[in-house]
């Protein structure tokens, strides 16, 4: 790779890898979520990143160029992070907060590699390109806010971290000499 193009040829790639990739996981989050407001939101989600494989698909039309096969590494991670503690059965709040808290690992990820590609696609004078990216960063953003506000209203049911009622700390119950009182 020597040239500004083919690094925007490499990332595009990885992006549409990315969200190919992620429109299956999130139709596995959204059957896997107990709260209905999530599940819609993961699936209405789920179709928008459908259109931002074809405005991928279009940036690559527009630059009369094919995209190589490639796998971007990092959403399988983030895919694989889920995946793997979905397997460990926890309460189905519980999944829900980790659902979240993925899906804006995922979204911050994607905001980044979109805002280095449209930069990318303006050094280049790629306007068509800027133009697709730009409407997928926004859908992207959205998504991030979406998710943070569902962060702020759905929580643990057990917090796990309940004291038994009567117990004080030692410290408390000793007198100046170190000595219970």
């Not at 280095?116 to 390109?129: P, Q, S, V």
Request: aromatic share 4%; charged share 35%; glycine share 6%.
């Amino acid at each position: 790779m020597q040239t500004a193009h083919e690094l925007f040829l490499h990332e595009l790639t990885d992006m549409l890898d990315a969200e190919r990739k992620l429109v299956d996981a999130l139709g596995e989050q959204a059957e896997n979520a107990s709260n209905p407001q999530l599940q819609k939101a993961l699936t209405a989600h789920q179709a928008q990143t459908e259109k931002q494989v074809q405005r991928l698909e279009q940036v690559f039309e527009s630059l009369e160029e094919q995209p190589e096969e490639t796998e971007c590494k990092g959403i399988k991670g983030l895919i694989e992070e889920y995946q793997s503690f979905a397997e460990e059965d926890p309460a189905e709040d519980i999944l829900d907060v980790f659902s979240i808290g993925a899906a804006m690992k995922v979204e911050a990820y994607e905001i980044n590699a979109y805002e280095g590609l449209i930069r990318l696609a303006r050094e280049m004078g790629h306007n068509k390109a800027v133009k697709l990216l730009q409407q997928n960063l926004k859908e992207e953003q959205a998504t991030w806010k979406k998710m943070e506000g569902f962060s702020k209203k759905i929580k643990p049911e057990q917090m796990g971290m309940e004291e038994e009622e009567g117990e004080e700390e030692p410290s408390r119950s000793r007198g100046r000499s170190g000595r219970a009182a």
